[in-house]
């Protein structure tokens, strides 16, 4: 049996691979893609505008080079702040005081009589020594003020005791304590203690 040739290639096209049908792409799967590649896009535009908003890349890069939890630096505390009650206050000259108590009001024996505006009050101080040379220190060196506007001098002449802060010599790398009795009007607050080394000036805190 023989076949024309074009009956060979009727055969041929009609069976096999080339009949077929060619499949499309599935409506869904372009969906997915273009929202991908959208997001894609808006990631990037945002990124672009935080960093631009952020002070740009140089900022990210300082921020990412600090370690976790870095502490902040502490900062400096003024050395003429007042001093509160019970802390201690250096002076330039290395000498340091520290106000360990305040007795208020101090009851005096020997028939001394006050006007009844007035008391007096005890004031305990530790004074060390941590510079190089011999401190000195007098009573006139200490003043008591108070939101009254008036000054106290130290130790008036009526009242004595065994620890009275009259003259002091503090040498280096000793600590001392003493006290100091001031007559002050009954109804001041906010009493301060001043105390004058040199040409320095600093206040200590005597009430809370």
Known sequence: MSFSRESQYRNIFAGGDFSRERRGIPPILLIGCAAILLIACCSCVGLVMGLQLGGGLGNLTKSAS???GQPTPTPTLDKNAPVPLRKPGVMDNKAELTVLNVQRPLKVEGGIKLPPDQQFILVTVQIANKG?????TTAADFKVKGDGGLTYDANPK??????LLNELSVAPGKTVEAELIYQ???DDSGLRLLWKVGNQTRTFMLEK
Do not use: D, G, R
Not at 132 to 136: E, N, P, R
Not at 158 to 163: K, S, Y
């Open 66 to 68: 600090l370690p976790f």
């Open 132 to 136: 190089s040379t011999t401190l000195k």
């Open 158 to 163: 009526t009242v004595t005791i065994p620890n």
């Open 184 to 186: 002050i009007a009954t």
